[in-house]
């Protein structure tokens, strides 16, 4: 039963242009939400979250909108670059602090 | 910069030896996790610990055990190796000084093969 799903293996966007990667959950109990950034051979890097008490955060190219009654999210950048291109994890904490993982979205971004 | 560091970075061991990982971190967390990565999986919870000497188990604990003695050290120990631990393993850290307790922070991660 996977509690939280990143439909799109891979995804690829042109340089320049907005690169957009959805991630769904199903446990209403999930209180935060974060997206880390995986180059290979390293480990992940946070890049941004988002309270459940908030449908926005902006942190700079990246946007995270949190939709609570579609339960679901999606991470915006924007200009997308080439050093963009990673594989990316939304993740879902719940109250205890453990967080589960949605299978990653590899985005290439084409110069 | 978290403070968290792993080791060994790569390990090769034969199926039935134990194995045993290391996780350190400099800056007094609180929390510490230890996730396996695999293909079509993303990043699996294996165990975590919320202070010294207080662990819990996490999605995928069948097969490993987990130490806390002090607060910067966690140990991940694998008893009996077998084929279906080769993986990669990431520490993570949360909860102490200007980190938030929401957000970890992963170390580089051991690679582990099992023959």
């Known amino acids: 039963d996977q509690q939280v799903k990143q439909n799109s293996p891979s995804l690829s966007v042109q340089e320049g242009r907005i690169s957009i990667l959805n991630c769904d959950y199903t446990?209403?109990?999930?209180?935060?939400f974060l997206w880390y950034k995986k180059y290979p051979a390293e480990g992940p890097t946070f890049l941004i979250s988002?309270?459940?008490?908030?449908d926005k955060n902006e942190d700079g190219r990246f946007t995270v909108f949190l939709n609570k009654s579609a339960k679901h999210l999606s991470l915006h950048i924007v200009p997308s670059q080439p050093g963009d291109s990673a594989v990316y994890f939304c993740?879902?904490?719940?109250?205890?602090?453990?967080?589960?993982f949605g299978t990653g979205t590899r985005l290439t971004i084409i110069p | 910069d978290a403070g968290i560091t792993q080791s060994p970075r790569h390990k090769v061991t034969e199926t039935g030896t134990p194995v045993t990982l290391r996780c350190h971190q400099t800056e007094n967390h609180r929390y510490m996790y230890w996730y396996r990565q695999d293909p079509g999986h993303g990043l699996r919870l294996i165990h975590y610990?919320?202070?010294?000497?207080?662990?819990d188990k996490g999605e995928v604990s069948d097969g490993y055990s987990v130490s806390r003695s002090k607060t910067e050290d966690f140990l991940l120990t694998l008893e009996s190796a077998t084929s279906s631990q080769t993986s990669v393993y990431f520490c993570?850290?949360?909860?102490?000084?200007?980190?938030?307790?929401?957000?970890?922070?992963f170390g580089p991660g051991t690679r582990l093969l099992v023959l």
């Open positions: 446990n209403s109990m999930f209180d935060y």
């Open positions: 610990s919320y202070g010294v000497k207080d662990t």
């Open positions: 988002i309270s459940s008490i908030k």
């Open positions: 993740a879902a904490k719940d109250p205890r602090q453990k967080l589960t």
């Open positions: 993570a850290i949360s909860g102490a000084g200007g980190f938030s307790q929401e957000t970890q922070y």
